[in-house]
C-alpha cells in the first residue's frame, strides 16, 4: 500500500500529452481540448512526432526533448508504445502517468518493470482518465467537465466516469476528484483511499466497485479513511453466482455478495445499492453530523405523508421516538388542539409559518428523539417557500441543539415547492423530494453511525479467557496430511476442536457393523441412545445418502443399522471409500436450537467465517452472517444478531433465551483456531446444539491443505501479534509482560492517564489534558496492525499498565512516526528501554526504512535515551523548542530486544 508520488498524479505542477493530436474526435485531441480549457494553470506540453506545433504551442518528438521535467505524462497513444514511453518517462523523471489504452495484456507487466525503478504511479490502463476541478485539472477524455465541488468520485468503470458526471452536473453536484482506475495495473482503490483521505479538499469519498483486488490492502486504507471522512460505496454484482462447488455448507453459502458486504461493513463503509443513493449519502453524511442515536421524529402538516413515512421507517425496521410527557405538554401550548398528539407530529394542514416555528423549536428541545424529519404538503394557507424559511430561521438560532439533532426536509410536490428546496440547499440542510428517499436517507446516517460506533467499540472480552492446546491441533492435522488426505473425519475434526476448548460429543471410529455393536453396548452404558453415522472421505453431506441413524436404543439396533446403512450406500455410491461408522452417544437436549459455525476462503478476502440456523435445511433456510477474522466477542455477537434465528435465540413465550455467550465465544475460538493454522481451508460444525446450558458440537467437517505446497489466501485483516509478546524482569517491579496492545485495553489507560503527570502529558502529546475521551482513547487501543504498533508494559502481578510506545507508518510502510509515555511514578527503571527496545525490533522485521519523532527541547532525558538507542537528532526548523530524533535500521546503536538499560530517571517523550 503506497500513496508514494501520488501527489504527482492528483496535483501535478507540470502536465505532459504524448499522443496530442489535431485529429477531430480522437482521443488525443478530446485530451488535449479538456487539459486547455479545464483551466489548469500549470505548464502543459505536448509530444507527437507527427507535429511541430499545435494551436501554436510547440509539440517535442519525443519525452527526452522535453526541456523539462513533467510532474504528469498522459498517454494518449497505442498500446504497444506505453512500455517505452514509461522508460523514457522515469528515466526523465516524471513521477506519475495515466495510461487510457485498452488492449494491453501481458505487456502490463513490462510497463510496470519500466516504472519501478523510480516508482512511476501509473493510472490504468483502460481507463477515462483523472479529473480534478478544484484545481482546473482535466486530464481524461470525458464528454463534459465535472462542477467542482468536495466529493470524491473513484470509480472501476470508465464508461460510469462520464455518465456519473452528467448526471451530477444536472443536480449541481461537485467533485474534488474523478477518478477511473480502469484495469489497476498499479493505482488501485486502496491507494486512492489512503490518499482521499488526508485530501483537505474532500469530505466525502465514493466508491463504484465491481472487485476489490489487494483485499488486505484496500480494507486497512477503507479502515483509516472512513475514520476520518465518509465513504460510501455501490458495488455492482449483488446477485451474480457466488456459491461455488463445495466440500461444505459453508462454502456453498459464503456467496462472493455475502462476503463484499461483511468486508465493507468491517471497514467502516457504508454500501449502498443505486447511483441514486450513493450521491444521496455523500451529501447528507457530510451535511449532518453523526447521530447520537436512532430515533426519528416526523413533524408533517399532512397527516397521509406522517403515515407513510412512517410505515417506509418501519419498512427498514427503523425506530419512531416515543414523544415524552413534556414534550407533548409543550406541544399542546403552541398547536391547536386537533393536532395529532403523538409521533407524527401532524400540525394539521392549515399550519402557517410560525406554527411550523414553534412545532420545531419544541422538537429540538426534546431529550427523547435523535433527528427530525420536517415534511411539508403544499398548502393553500401558507407557500412552501414561506414554510421553508421557517425551518431554515429556526434551524440557525438552534444550531447548538442541531448539532447533536440533525433536521432533514422533504418538501412534497413539484414547481411549487422547487424554491424552497433551493432554500435547503443553500442553507445546507439535507432536503429530499419522497419520504421513501427521505426515510432512505435518514437510515443511511444510522447505518453510518452504527459502522462508526462498531470502529470505535471497546470489546467485550470472553469470561475466563482461552487456553487453546495449539501443539495438540497441529499435531492431528499433520497427521492427516501427512497420511495423504485433505478431508479430516468427523472425529478428528472433533479433536481439533476439542483442542481449542470447543465442546464436542464423545465419539468411537468402528470398522464393522460388528464392532459397532461392541462401541455402541459400551456408550449404551451410560446413555440412554446413541447414533451411528458412515465415515467416509468422499460423503460430504451423510443426511442425503442415508448416512445418519439416530436414537438406536439396543446394540443390536445399532448392529442392523451400520448393516443396512452399508449396503444402501454401497448401492447409492458404489465408487465411494467406506473407513467405517462413527458410533457417538444420542445428545438429547430438548428445544435446543441447530446452529453452524462454518470457514471457507474466499477468493478475493480469504478466510471467512460464518454462522447461522443449521440443520440439514441449513442450504435451503439460507439464514446465515459472515464475517472476516480476528473476531473478538463484540464482533461475534453483531455476527450472531445478523441472523434472523438470533431473535429465537433470544427467548421467546416459555422458550429459555440461549447461552449466547457460549456462542459467541466459540466463534471467537473457530477465529482464533483458522488463524493459528493456516492448513484449514474449510470447516463446517453441524449442527452446533444451542441452548440455556450452552453448546455442543455434533458433527463436523475440515478440509485441509499443506501450506507450503498451496498457501492460503492471506487474511484481509491481520490478526493480533501474538507472536510479539514477552516477558522482561524489571528491576524494582519484577515481571513485566511487553505485548501489542489489544482493544479491551482502552480501561487501563483511564487509570495509566490518571497516575501520568501533566506535565509528562505535554512531553507526550503537547497538552496538559489528562483525561480523554472515549473516541482518543479507541483510537489509541483499537489499531490497524498492518500499519501500526503500539507495545504496552503490563505489570503481570496487577495487570496493571506501566507504559506505552507507539509506532504509526506511512501507507508506504517505509517510514513511520514514534512516540513513547512511562508511568510518571515509574520512571528510571528502565521500562521505556524496553517499550523502544521492542519497537525497533519489530520497525526492523517490518522492513521500515526510517523512524522519527518530535521530542520537547526539554525532555533531555528522553534525548540521551534515544541518542543511546541510535538516533540521531536535528533541530526542527522555525521551532526552536523541539527537536526531531531520526533512527535508521543500520544505526549502529539498534534496539536490543530483552535488554534493560537503567541509567537517568526517564522522562516522557514524545
Known sequence: MTVRNLNYLCAPRSVVLIGASTREGSVG?????????????????????????????????????????????VLATPPGSIVELIRDLSAKGTRAAIALAAGMGELKKDMLAAAEPECLRILGPNCIGLMAPTIGLNASFAHRAPLAGDIAFVSQSGALVTAVIDWAAGRGL?????????????????????????????????LYVEAVTHAPKFISAARRAARLKPVVVVKTGRHAGGAHAAMSHTGALAGSDAAYNAAFRRSGLLRVKTLDELFAAAETLSRVPRLRGERLTILTNGGGAGVLATDELQDFHGTLATLGAETVDALNRVLPPT????????????????????????????????????????????????????????????????????????????????????????????????????????????????????????????????????????REIRKILQNGRSVASAMETKSVLAAYGIPTDRAVLASTPAAVRAAAADILKSNDACVIKIASPDISHKSDVGGVHLNLETEAAAEQAAMEMLAKIKA???????????????????????????MSVDATFGPMLLFGAGGVAVEVLRDSALALPPLDMHLARQMIDETRISKLLKGYRDHAPANMEAIADTL???????????????????????????????????????????????????????????????????????????????PSYVKFFSEVSEEDVRLRFFTGRKTFPHGFLAALTQIDYAREMAFVAIEEASGELLGVSRLVLDPDQTSGEFGIIVRSDLHGHGIGWQLMSALLSYAQHEGVDKISGL??????????????LGFQTRAVEGDPSIREVIWHPAAPEAAKPGSVIAKQPEKAAP
Open 29 to 73: 485531441a478530446t485530451v488535449m481540448k479538456n487539459l486547455l480549457e479545464g483551466g489548469f494553470k500549470v505548464p502543459i506540453s505536448f509530444v507527437n512526432p507527427k507535429y511541430k506545433e499545435i494551436g501554436g504551442r510547440p509539440c517535442y518528438a519525443s519525452v527526452a526533448q522535453l526541456p523539462e521535467v513533467p510532474d504528469l505524462a
Open 174 to 206: 461537485g467533485f474534488s476528484h474523478v477518478v477511473s482506475l480502469g484495469e489497476m495495473a498499479d493505482v488501485d482503490l486502496g491507494d486512492m483511499l489512503d490518499y482521499l483521505a488526508t485530501d483537505p479538499h474532500t469530505r466525502a469519498i465514493l
Open 339 to 474: 393536532w395529532s398528539h403523538g409521533n407524527p407530529v401532524d400540525i394539521i394542514g392549515d399550519a402557517g409559518t410560525k406554527r411550523y416555528a414553534d412545532a420545531l423549536q419544541t422538537l429540538l428541545a426534546d431529550h427523547d428523539s435523535d433527528a427530525i424529519l420536517v415534511l411539508h404538503c403544499p398548502s393553500a394557507t401558507v407557500s412552501a417557500t414561506a414554510a421553508g424559511k421557517a425551518v431554515v430561521d429556526t434551524v440557525a438560532a438552534n444550531r447548538d441543539l442541531v448539532a447533536v439533532k440533525p433536521v432533514m426536509t422533504c418538501w412534497l410536490g413539484d414547481g411549487a415547492v422547487r424554491e424552497a428546496r433551493e432554500l435547503f440547499e443553500a442553507s445546507k440542510l439535507p432536503t429530499f423530494e419522497s419520504t421513501s428517499a427521505a426515510i432512505t436517507g435518514f437510515m443511511q446516517l444510522v447505518e453510518h453511525a452504527r459502522t462508526q460506533d462498531e470502529l470505535m467499540r471497546t470489546p467485550h472480552v470472553a469470561s475466563g479467557g482461552h487456553g487453546y492446546d495449539v501443539a495438540a491441533a497441529g
Open 572 to 598: 447409492k455410491l458404489p465408487a465411494a471409500r467406506i473407513d467405517g461408522f462413527t458410533v457417538e452417544p444420542m445428545v438429547k437436549r430438548p428445544g435446543a436450537f441447530e446452529t453452524i459455525v462454518g
Open 668 to 746: 471467537v475460538r473457530i477465529s482464533d483456531l483458522i488463524i493459528d493454522h493456516p492448513e484449514i481451508r474449510e470447516l463446517d460444525i453441524n449442527p452446533l446444539l444451542v441452548d440455556k446450558d450452552g453448546v455442543i458440537a455434533i458433527d463436523a467437517r475440515m478440509k485441509l491443505a499443506d501450506e507450503l505446497l498451496v498457501p492460503r489466501a492471506p487474511m484481509a485483516i491481520r490478526p493480533y501479534p501474538a507472536h510479539l509478546n514477552s516477558e522482561v524482569e524489571i528491576n524494582g517491579i519484577g515481571k513485566v509482560v511487553i505485548r501489542a496492545v489489544r482493544p479491551e485495553d482502552e
Open 855 to 868: 521530542v520537547n527541547a526539554s525532555n533531555t532525558q528522553m534525548l540521551d535515551m534515544a541518542a543511546e
